[in-house]
C-alpha cells in the first residue's frame, strides 16, 4: 500500500528531526528510504514551499519528493493528488491537517496521523533470519571433522588459520 505524506507534519513528531534543520527534509527522505526498502512500500511525500516547486531531484523510484511552490502549500498539493488518484482505495494518506484527511476519506483512502507513521519508520527492521544455506548455530563434531579430513586430507593449519583441534567447541546446554 502506498503512502501519501506531509513531510513536515513526519518531521515534526520525530525527536531526532527538527524543523528548524536547514537538512530537515532529506533527513527524513533518507529515513523514507529505509522504511521502504525494509517493508517493500512506495511513498510520495509533499513538502512546504520548495525552490523551485514539484518533483524534486531527491525522488527515487519508491520515493518520489515533491516539494509545493511558493504561492501552494503541501496540504493543498496532497488534496489535489488526492482528487486525481485512479487507485484511491491503495494509498494511505499521513498528514495532521484535518481537511487533508477528510478529503482522503472521502476518496476512500485509508488515513493515519503523522505520529502513527512516525512510529512506524522509527521501528527497527525486524531480525533478519538465516538462508536457507545458513544456519544459526552450527556445530559439527569432532568425529565428523575427523571423518571429513580422512575425505578429503588435511589443510595445513597456517592455510586454515587453526590447528585441527582448534576448531570451536559446543558451548554446554547446546545440543
Known amino acids: 500500500m502506498p503512502y501519501l ?4 507534519n ?26 521502504v526498502a525494509r517493508t517493500n512500500q512506495r511513498c510520495v511525500v509533499v513538502f512546504d514551499h520548495g525552490l523551485p516547486g514539484g518533483l524534486s531531484k531527491m525522488s527515487t523510484r519508491n ?54 507513521f512516525a512510529a512506524l519508520i522509527r521501528r527497527p527492521p525486524p531480525p533478519s533470519t538465516p538462508g536457507r544455506d545458513e544456519a544459526v548455530h552450527v556445530h559439527v563434531p569432532d568425529e565428523e571433522v575427523e571423518e571429513w579430513l580422512k575425505i ?3 589443510v595445513p593449519a597456517a592455510k586454515a588459520g587453526r590447528t585441527r583441534s582448534s576448531h570451536p567447541k559446543q558451548p554446554k546446554g547446546i545440543k
Open 63 to 116: 520515493v518520489q519528493v515533491v516539494f509545493a511552490s511558493q504561492s501552494s502549500t503541501a496540504d493543498r498539493v496532497m488534496i489535489e493528488r488526492i482528487r486525481k488518484t485512479p487507485q484511491p482505495d491503495i494509498w494511505t494518506v499521513v498528514s495532521n491537517d484535518h481537511e487533508v484527511l477528510s478529503t482522503a476519506r472521502r476518496y476512500r483512502m485509508q488515513t493515519m496521523q503523522a505520529s502513527a
Open 152 to 154: 578429503f586430507g588435511d
Open 10 to 35: 513526519v518531521i515534526g513528531q520525530l525527536p531526532d528531526l527538527k524543523l528548524t534543520d536547514p537538512d530537515d527534509e532529506a533527513k527524513l527522505v533518507q529515513k523514507l528510504l529505509s522504511y
Open 5 to 8: 505524506i506531509d513531510g513536515h
